[in-house]
């Protein structure tokens, strides 16, 4: 069993940054970030393999958001620069315990989830 909590979202103004944490207890094989905004999809933001690292990015992301984890603070993070107003959304954090990560529907399937993190990011 893998339980997940989400830290950090809050209010921006775009062009700022913030950064989500995701605590995480039980073992995982590898762990990412959705987000939701309202009226639209979910929709996959960053992957990370536990072991080894390798991250993914969705386009919409690349160059302005990281993904990280700790594995000593069980914790992995999000950290998001150059915030759009596109960027709004409620961010969820995923993981898998084993099974294929090598796209974004690989890690929804069968995942853990977080209870979510509102980020509002405005002009």
């Known amino acids: 069993q893998v339980q997940l909590v989400e830290f950090g979202g809050g209010s921006v103004q775009a062009g700022g940054s913030l950064r989500l944490s995701c605590a995480v207890s039980?073992?995982?094989?590898?762990m990412g970030w959705f987000r939701q905004a309202p009226g639209k999809e979910r929709e996959g933001v960053a992957r990370?393999?536990?072991?080894?690292?390798?991250?993914r990015y969705a386009d919409s992301v690349k160059g302005r958001f990281t993904i990280s984890r700790d594995n000593a603070k069980n914790t992995m993070y999000l950290q998001m620069n150059n915030l759009k107003l596109e960027d709004t959304a409620m961010y969820y954090c995923a993981a898998r315990s084993s099974g294929y990560c090598v796209d974004f529907g690989d890690l929804a399937k069968s995942a853990y989830w977080g209870p979510g993190t509102q980020v509002i990011v405005s002009s």
């Open positions: 039980g073992s995982t094989y590898c």
């Open positions: 990370i393999y536990t072991g080894s690292g390798s991250t």
